[in-house]
């Protein structure tokens, strides 16, 4: 039909698609740890419905001939308001993991930002860059010198911003995991993380647990004495948290809620964004991620307040349409055994 854009996949139209399609390629266990999330999963399935509830009004007769989507993050200019969020394990969907979610985000020049839990260096997945405004995601442990040494080496590298999850002071109660005895594969390693990259090395690490004391008055001072990097806080969801963002002079706000992977029953990020949204207007940008799922959802975030959407998912579904996935390259291995 005429004026419709070449589609890669004629199978694959929609996210909804892109889903179902990712669905078939990834184990059931790595499937669930990717694709679920905390307690009955109320605000998981909320986020996306979240977007439903709000409807467009559109203007006739205005002329659209030229329509410029670009806008910009970390004071670099992308090509239109989506990046990709951190999300671990890449290498559980696709066998290049973070190296091919970076050089396609490279391509659209979109920004991303980094999992702690990568899989693969900090270093080589902002080799892919080329000029794309790239953050790096850190998690507070009792053991501060970990999250010290990432931000040193983002940092280093080139990294714009940190994105500093504030809703994580404990893991989110993610019962499928538990179900599942979810682990993640003993070869897999995660090189941001610790000297020894495997999972084994990472519970040493992880014993120390995560750092549920970290506060405003402490924690914020310790990341500005820490890096010259932009930093972003990202979990927050209440208007009362932008203010304080804004009080201390931060860089920006992700309105998120961990995917639907942390606290259940908190609300749907876009509900959040239009609590958050006055709060902040022309004094701090505003992010939001969770349940983005089409074209129209970037434009309804932005119209209640959001500069910038993120989606964390998503690019790991494109990741397992490709090519088989490392769990199911690994078994191919074994069996030819």
């Not at 307690?39 to 998981?44: A, K, P, Q, R």
């Not at 970990?146 to 714009?160: L, S, V």
Request: proline letters at 6%.
């Amino acid at each position: 039909m005429a004026n419709r854009a070449e589609r890669l996949d004629p199978s694959v139209l929609t996210i909804q698609d892109l889903a179902k399609a990712a669905e078939a390629r990834i184990p059931a266990i790595v499937r669930d740890y990717f694709n679920e999330g905390a307690g009955d999963l109320v605000t998981l399935k909320d986020n996306s419905a979240a977007f439903d509830r709000y409807k467009l009004r559109p203007r006739v007769l205005r002329d659209v001939d030229n329509v410029d989507t670009s806008t910009t993050i970390f004071g670099t200019s992308v090509a239109f308001p989506l990046g990709f969020a951190p999300a671990a394990a890449h290498r559980m969907a696709h066998p290049e993991g973070e190296m091919a979610t970076s050089r396609a985000a490279a391509k659209q020049n979109i920004p991303m930002c980094l999992s702690s839990w990568a899989t693969t260096s900090l270093e080589d997945v902002i080799s892919q860059a080329g000029q794309n405004p790239y953050a790096m995601q850190i998690t507070f442990l009792r053991d501060n010198s970990i999250t010290k040494g990432i931000i040193a080496r983002a940092e280093k590298a080139g990294y714009k911003a940190i994105f500093v999850s504030v809703d994580l002071p404990i893991l989110g109660n993610r019962l499928n995991e538990s179900r599942n005895n979810f682990k993640f594969p003993p070869e897999m390693k995660f090189p941001n993380l610790a000297e020894d990259e495997t999972e084994a090395g990472l519970k040493n690490t992880y014993q120390r647990g995560y750092d549920p004391t970290i506060t405003w008055e402490k924690t914020i001072p310790w990341l500005r004495q820490n890096t010259k990097m932009e930093i972003w806080l990202k979990g927050v969801y209440t208007a009362a948290d932008v203010q304080l963002a804004i009080d201390y002079k931060l860089d920006g706000v992700i309105i998120s809620n961990h995917g639907g992977r942390q606290l259940d029953g908190v609300p749907a990020t876009l509900d959040a964004l239009r609590e958050c949204g006055p709060v902040a207007r022309g004094k701090i940008p505003l992010a939001i991620d969770g349940g983005i799922r089409r074209g129209a959802d970037l434009f309804k975030a932005i119209a209640l307040g959001a500069s910038m959407c993120f989606v964390g998912r998503i690019p790991i579904w494109g990741l397992a349409v490709r090519v088989p996935s490392y769990l199911e390259q690994k078994e191919g291995k074994q069996s030819s055994h």
